[in-house]
DNA sequence: CCGTCATTGCACCCATCGGTTCAGTGTCGT
DNA sequence: ACGACACTGAACCGATGGGTGCAATGACGG
């Protein structure tokens, strides 16, 4: 039952991660270069401590890289690309699809032909 | 930047659905065919309450839909086809890749150090 | 050296989560 | 009609999550 998984652990972890908007506009802001704790913080008027645990959370599933330089911690976009998130997915798309072309094509929705 | 998310309540919803282990075999027990509580259960050694609580939560994101059939609850495939948690993560990756193509080589083209 | 600044560690608060038990409720088979 | 069956509602539990404030720590700038 747990076979197509690759580790429940790091889907757990990244999933997890992406379950919040806050930390996913991080990972938007991320993705027009670095920035300092601060300057995460700043835009969401939150305290210095509860972005930091959130770009902790972000490093811990791989998603960001942070590093500290003089008194700041610049952070990055991280090595996971979410690959993995990506295929469990794609993978269920799949089944998704499957039913959809069994006995249930006349029920919902139409695809836009994805994937 | 944030254009593509859609309401960050679907997409908090539909990731934390994910993030957790036993709610991703539902789905890909669910990608077989329709099941009742008691089947989604039993491979899990989980207690009806507990299962009834995974289905909701997935119900609730949209990834599953179910239906009272005399003592039975039908559980099967709902409408939400993780198109838009697919979606930002494809932005997600093109960000990245963004970073990797600019940045990056920009980066490794001064210092000629891994960075 | 001193003050300021960016961050962090710690303790705490409250809400939610994953899970249970127990007592119903409604449905089916006979 | 009766009992077994499949589930559900409510109350509860320990752990985690998002957030705060406050007191270090460590790096600058002068």
Redesign the interface.
Known sequence: ??N??VQ?DT??RI??A????TR??I???????PASIGELAEPHGMTLTGMTKHVRVLEDAGLVRTEKVGRFRQC??GEE??DD??A??????R??E??LDGLEAYF??Q??T?Q
């Not at 992406?18 to 908007?21: F, G, Q, R």
């Not at 990972?27 to 270069?33: S, W």
């Not at 469990?88 to 798309?93: A, N, T, V």
């Open positions: 039952m747990v197509h998984m429940h889907l757990d999933y997890s992406l379950a919040d908007s996913r506009d990972l938007t802001r991320l993705g027009e270069g990055r976009l690309r979410l998130a990506m469990w997915i794609s993978f269920y798309q089944l998704w499957r039913r919902t929705l695809k836009g994805d």
